[in-house]
């Protein structure tokens, strides 16, 4: 059974910075496009950031270009999701997910991602 562990989330006042992490032990992590992912309360889980396997390509949503960046550390096996500039519009419980490609951030492939982890809670308020 895969395991996609997320740590580093918690409360951080606006314009404040948080890094997320994802983590897998013996997964062999570096095999897979990683994505980042939130859902807010009442509202649909979103696509946030996503790096792939071959290349190390990244992908944002227009939400958070600018401001977030996804990285990853194969030898730790190990992505990162370093969030600057945050606003109450980022409060949500974030997930990091596994699959073949970057394609999981499309709406129409969110529902075939194979490995999600449990989510960390992030809230961003004053």
């Known amino acids: 059974q895969v395991q996609l562990v997320e740590s580093g989330g918690g409360l951080v006042q606006p314009g404040r910075s948080l890094r997320l992490s994802c983590a897998a032990p013996?997964?062999?992590?570096?095999?897979?496009?990683i994505g980042w992912f939130r859902q807010a309360p009442g509202k649909e889980r979103e696509g946030v950031a996503c790096?792939?396997?071959?290349?190390?390509?990244?992908y944002y949503a227009d939400s958070v270009k600018g401001r977030f960046t996804i990285s990853r550390d194969n030898a730790k096996e190990a992505v990162y999701l370093e969030m600057n500039s945050l606003t109450p519009e980022d409060t949500a419980v974030y997930y990091c997910?596994?699959?073949?490609?970057?394609?999981?951030?499309?709406?129409?492939?969110?529902?075939?991602?194979?490995?999600w982890g449990q989510g960390t809670q992030v809230t961003v308020s004053s």
């Open positions: 997910a596994a699959d073949s490609g970057c394609w999981i951030l499309r709406p129409e492939g969110r529902g075939l991602v194979k490995y």
């Open positions: 013996g997964f062999g992590l570096d095999y897979y496009a």
């Open positions: 790096i792939s396997d071959s290349d190390g390509s990244t």
